[in-house]
């Protein structure tokens, strides 16, 4: 099982990132694409193919799970489906519990044809006291797609933990699963969160803030709890909070911003107003700050620490907001794939929640 999914746009940045992932960090992951907004219906059948075709490309070698959730109508997901198969992607179609009315016999002739598994993403609401009430709805679902529960991925979207008590997040979980069927038992679980900032607000003008990765506490407690049972896979959003859309066009509020993460913190440097005027040249000096500051991992840890090493040093020009979209996420990912996995490897011998934080430190 690949424990690591990151959730990514289906946007040429992000998925670039993943592209420019060294090969460890690849042989790791398992992102979950989520697609663009709605499209009218005249783009789509054209927009879906470009898209199943970019995702071809940056995505070579690596499995992921899609996520259609910004198009409207089952019907429209499966154009999306069937258009990734056509292109012979590494995917699994994605499905959210309560997200509306399910073609079954469509779904049923998309897995069966191409030999597809399947993910299911639910929400904390499904959990809590409805924990019966969604597996049976699973079980219901897997039969009507004519699938083996073991081939039905789980994806268990917290979205923006925000305040949420990290027990009671622990609590619904473990609850959740004391009542998961047999038929279940082998099924891959993940568990998703954020804590990415939705502005750099809070952040003070020309300088930085500390966000503590509270996803990471919620799984290195569920991998203390359930280790000897589960092995809970981490997901999640990176260095973007879920509920951020993208702007279609420019932004003229947008921050000059990069977001660094290493052990249980992301950093957030943050510049100033990039459109009044075009300020994008200080990037320069947001990069040199990231690169002397005790965070900095070196330019050889990942491309998008190159990045920031080349922009310090002048050696380039100073992007725009998609290439530091792509660099932090680069960062991230290749970051947190190396920590998930080191946790992983002390699967037995961690006796204690201390080991758990211990690991995801250590570097």
């Known amino acids: 099982m690949r424990l690591y999914t990151p959730v990514v746009r289906a946007k040429n940045n992000d998925l670039k990132a993943i592209e420019l992932l060294g090969d460890c960090a690849k042989s790791s992951i398992r992102p979950l694409i989520e697609a663009p907004l709605s499209l009218p219906d005249g783009q789509l059948r054209t927009n879906v193919m470009e898209a199943a075709e970019l995702l071809g490309k940056r995505l070579e070698g690596v499995p992921y ?9 089952f019907e429209r997901h499966v154009i999306a489906f069937n258009a990734l198969a056509h292109v012979g992607s590494d995917f699994t179609p994605t499905i959210g519990l309560g997200r509306g009315p399910i073609d ?14 399947l993910a299911v993403r639910v929400d904390k609401f499904d959990l809590e006291d409805a924990s019966e009430e969604t597996w049976a709805k699973l079980i219901a679902m897997s039969a009507a797609v004519g699938i083996q529960p073991s081939k039905v991925s789980l994806l268990i979207d917290f979205g923006q933990l925000g305040n949420n008590q990290l027990e009671q997040m622990v609590d619904s979980v473990v609850d959740f699963l004391a009542v998961q069927p047999q038929q279940f038992r082998d099924s891959p679980i993940v568990v998703l969160g954020s804590s990415a900032l939705s502005s750099v607000s809070p952040v003070p003008l020309d300088g930085s803030l500390d966000i503590r990765r509270r996803e990471l506490d919620l799984w290195a407690n569920l991998r203390f709890e359930l280790d000897e049972v589960h092995h809970i896979g981490f997901g999640d959003y990176g260095i973007i909070d879920p509920s951020f859309i993208f702007p279609s066009g420019p932004a003229p509020n947008s ?14 440097f943050r510049g100033h107003c990039l459109y009044n005027p075009n300020r994008f040249v200080q990037y320069h000096d947001l ?31 100073p992007g725009n907001l998609g290439t530091w979209v792509m660099a932090d996420t680069n960062h991230h990912i290749e970051f947190t794939a190396e920590q998930v996995s080191r946790v992983a490897d002390r699967v037995g011998i961690i006796h204690v929640r201390t080991e758990v934080e211990s690991a995801l430190v250590d570097e």
């Open 287 to 317: 990069a040199r700050r990231v690169f002397e500051s005790d965070r900095y991992l070196g330019a050889g840890f990942s491309y998008g620490d190159k990045i920031i090493a080349d922009c310090a040093m002048g050696r380039c020009g």
């Open 255 to 268: 921050n000059a911003k990069i977001r660094y993460t290493r052990g249980l913190i992301t950093t957030y």
């Open 65 to 73: 799970y899609f996520d259609p959730l910004g198009i409207e109508s």
């Open 104 to 117: 079954y016999a469509s779904l049923r002739h998309l897995v069966g044809s191409h030999s597809l598994d």
